[in-house]
C-alpha cells in the first residue's frame, strides 16, 4: 500500500504499520480505560505529549492494532470529535496491570460502546474535571490525590425515608464521579456534579436534598470512610452557577461548592474559584 493513500478515520488499516508497544503506550491504554474514553488532546494533557502530529501518528497505530477503539461524537461545526476507547488487544494489557477479569473488562467496554452520544459529551466536561484536578495535584507540594472513583463505580442504592408516601424507599445515589485528597495531613471527600443545564429548579433542589439525607445517614461515612464531604458542582455559565446557587441556598448552606466550567484548568481548579450558598467571595479547595 502506498504511503500516500489516505486512511479512513472510520476503519482500521488491512495491513498496518509495525508497531512495538513502549511504556508510555501501556500507561495510555491503561488511562483510556480508567477514564473510560479520551479525547487526543487529554492524551497528550495527561502525559505532556506536545507534539500533536506524533500524537495523532501513536495513536492511529494503537488503534489500527487493536490496542484502541475509536468513536466519534457529532459536532455543530468541523469534523466529529475523536474519542479513544479500549480496543481488544487493550484488554489483555490492562488486566495484566490491574489484576481485574478480562471478562470483566470486556463488559464494560461493551457498555460504553452501546452508550448515546448525549452522554458521552456529558461524561466528557466529566473527564475534562477530573484531568484538571489530576494535573492540578502533581504540581502542589503536601498535596496528593488519595483516590478517584468514576460515576459507575461510585453508584449507590440507599434508603431514605419519603415524607409524602411516609415509608422508606430504595433510591439511587449517583454521583458523576468521587475522590479524596490529602492537604496539610487532612483528608478531604468530594463528590463531583456536572450540571448540563437540563435540569429544573425543582429536580435540582430534588438532588439537593438527597445529598442532605446521604449527609445525615451515615451512607457517606460506612462506605468511604469519613463523616463529612463536598459536592463540587460545575456549570456551563455563570448565569446558571448563580440559579443553582440560590436554589441550593433555600435548603442549605453546607456541603455545595459552584464553579464554571471556564474556570475548570490545573492552575485554577484547586484555588478560589468556588461560591458557595448564602455566602459572598470566593473559596479555595485548600482551605480547612
Not at 506536545?50 to 459536532?75: E, M, Q, W
Not at 429544573?200 to 469519613?226: C, D, E, I, P, T
Request: glycine fraction near 4%.
Amino acid at each position: 500500500m502506498s504511503g500516500n493513500v489516505r486512511k479512513s478515520k472510520w476503519k482500521r488499516a488491512k495491513v498496518p504499520e509495525p508497531i512495538v508497544l513502549q511504556p508510555r503506550d501501556k500507561e495510555i491504554i491503561a488511562s483510556v480505560y480508567e477514564f473510560e474514553f479520551l479525547t487526543r488532546e487529554q492524551i497528550q494533557n495527561l502525559f505532556n505529549f506536545h507534539c500533536t502530529v506524533r500524537a495523532n501518528i501513536r495513536l492511529r497505530k494503537l488503534f489500527d492494532h487493536g490496542y484502541l477503539s475509536r468513536r466519534f461524537l457529532p459536532t455543530d461545526r468541523g469534523s466529529a470529535k475523536a474519542l479513544y476507547l479500549l480496543g481488544l488487544k487493550g484488554i489483555q494489557i490492562v488486566s495484566e496491570q490491574s489484576v481485574e477479569d478480562p471478562l470483566e473488562i470486556k463488559k464494560k467496554q461493551q457498555k460504553l460502546l452501546e452508550k448515546k452520544d448525549l452522554f458521552f459529551s456529558h461524561d466528557l466536561m466529566v473527564n475534562t474535571v477530573r484531568l484538571s484536578f489530576y494535573r492540578a495535584f502533581k504540581n502542589y507540594d503536601g498535596l496528593n490525590l488519595e483516590r478517584w472513583i468514576s460515576a459507575s463505580d461510585c453508584l449507590q442504592e440507599i434508603s431514605v425515608y419519603n415524607q409524602k408516601l411516609n415509608r422508606e424507599e430504595k433510591i439511587i445515589f449517583r454521583p458523576d464521579g468521587y475522590f479524596r485528597y490529602v492537604h496539610n495531613e487532612k483528608l478531604y471527600s468530594c463528590f463531583i456534579e456536572m450540571d448540563m443545564s437540563t435540569m429544573s429548579n425543582n429536580r435540582f433542589q430534588s438532588k439537593v436534598m438527597l445529598y442532605m439525607k446521604y449527609a445525615q445517614s451515615g451512607f457517606h461515612q460506612r462506605r468511604y470512610g469519613l463523616k463529612f464531604f463536598r459536592v463540587l458542582t460545575v456549570t456551563k455559565t455563570r448565569e446558571r452557577l448563580c440559579n443553582l446557587k440560590a436554589v441550593t441556598g433555600k435548603l442549605t448552606d453546607k456541603i455545595f461548592w459552584f464553579t464554571t466550567l471556564a474556570n475548570v484548568t490545573p492552575d485554577n481548579i484547586l484555588g478560589q474559584i468556588w461560591e458557595r450558598p448564602r455566602r459572598d467571595g470566593n473559596f479555595s479547595l485548600l482551605e480547612g
